[in-house]
């Protein structure tokens, strides 16, 4: 194996192996929520917004000061170096109760350089639909970490200006969920499959009866269920630990044009192509040359540009794919000619377009 060749090789062919129903699939109705709001991190060292360029992180610290009682003159302009306006974020698991506290995150959407060590107020946070649903207050932890001297060099070390919460926030509403109302159970396969599916439906058939489960379309499954919502959790625990088989995946070739990353799963497969490899190199050299005038004449000394322009192909390659080549016959010739990460995604995409792979080629 060549170095320089970033190519990942999916799990090859080998014994087959079941998954668990819970690691397939989600359950209708059994979803998280997303949180959002808006709080003012204090206690920093200096490192706050700057209040000439933000000033909403000072027009949020008067309001605040209102509801204590306490009135800020209008004439006032205070510099709150200390003080970071910052949005706050948070998932909500499902059947999340109040009084649980779950992690928040928070960020800086001012000037601040960083919230390191800082202290979140209260922040209320709400859902979609404009209700509160959880309250973030707590110390601020920043993995990042940043410094500058006097002279304007500085060291930064991932991102200060956002950090987390552990447990920061409390849960005050519940979440409506369709879980405990009446119905069948609705399975969402987490990758839709239609083969994956029906071998879904089979093991619960097979397990429970026939009729128990019926496959919907090739990305849910459809499950009857018992009214009574305890005895709903306990069903619903034994159908997601059955063993089930997924379908094969689909043979298919990601590309990451941006970090070279190539993946090509085990099934890929070419027909016969003769590809050509080569690399065209164009030189370009400047050189400044000296005019002298002849004797006695009146022309001028001056300085004239030379330039020299060359174009080469060094390292061309030509390699033959036979018809049905594996996975592994494709990178052994495409390392063997010494290609880079961008050479071989040339190559893939000349092959897809030639009509001689046989897979999806996604780019990302």
């Known amino acids: 194996m060549l170095a ?7 799990a090859l062919s080998g014994p087959a192996r079941a998954d668990k129903i819970r690691d397939l699939v989600q359950v209708g109705g059994v979803r998280s929520n997303q949180l959002i709001g808006y709080g003012l991190v204090v206690g920093l060292d200096g490192s706050g917004d700057q209040t000439t360029q933000a000033p909403f992180t000072t027009q949020s610290l008067e309001n605040m000061l209102q509801q204590f009682g306490i009135t800020v003159p209008a004439s ?4 709150l170096k200390n003080a970071a306006a910052v949005m706050v974020t948070a998932d909500l698991p499902p059947f999340a109760k109040p009084g649980q506290t779950i992690d928040v995150t928070v960020a800086s959407i001012g000037n601040a350089k960083s919230i390191r060590g800082g202290q979140l107020l209260m922040a209320p946070l709400r859902g979609a639909d404009g209700n509160v649903y959880a309250v973030a207050q ?10 500058q001297g006097k002279s304007g060099s500085s060291v930064q070390v991932n991102i200060s200006a956002s950090g ?4 920061g926030a409390s849960v005050e509403r519940i979440v409506p969920s369709s879980f405990a109302g009446g119905g069948d159970l609705m399975l969402n396969l987490n990758t839709a499959d239609f083969t994956t599916a029906t071998r879904i439906a089979t093991a619960i058939n097979r397990a429970y009866g026939a009729g128990t489960a019926q496959p919907l379309d090739g990305g849910s499954v459809s499950v009857r269920g018992p009214q009574d919502p305890a005895q709903k959790v306990a069903w619903l625990g034994a159908i997601e ?27 890929v497969r070419v027909s016969a192509a003769a590809v ?5 190199q164009v030189t370009i050299s400047e050189q400044s040359q000296v005019s002298q005038p002849a004797p006695f004449g009146q022309g001028q000394t ?17 390699f033959k794919f036979g018809p049905g080549v594996s996975l592994d016959t494709i990178v052994r010739a495409v390392n063997q000619v010494g290609a880079t990460p961008s050479d071989l995604i040339s190559i893939l995409q000349a092959l ?3 009509g001689a792979l046989h897979a999806d080629l996604v780019v990302i």
């Open 76 to 79: 006032a302009r205070p510099q």
């Open 164 to 167: 987390r919460i552990p447990n």
């Open 276 to 280: 050509a490899h080569g690399a065209i």
């Open 138 to 147: 707590g110390s601020v932890v920043v993995g990042g970490i940043s410094a």
């Open 302 to 318: 001056a300085v004239v540009p030379s330039s020299s322009v060359q174009v080469s192909e060094e390292g061309a390659h030509m």
């Open 352 to 354: 897809k377009q030639a």
């Open 241 to 267: 630990s059955l063993d089930v088989q997924p379908g094969d995946a689909p043979a298919r070739i990601v590309v990451n044009s941006r970090t070279g990353t190539v993946v090509i799963g085990s099934d």
């Open 4 to 10: 320089g060749l970033a190519v990942a090789l999916c």
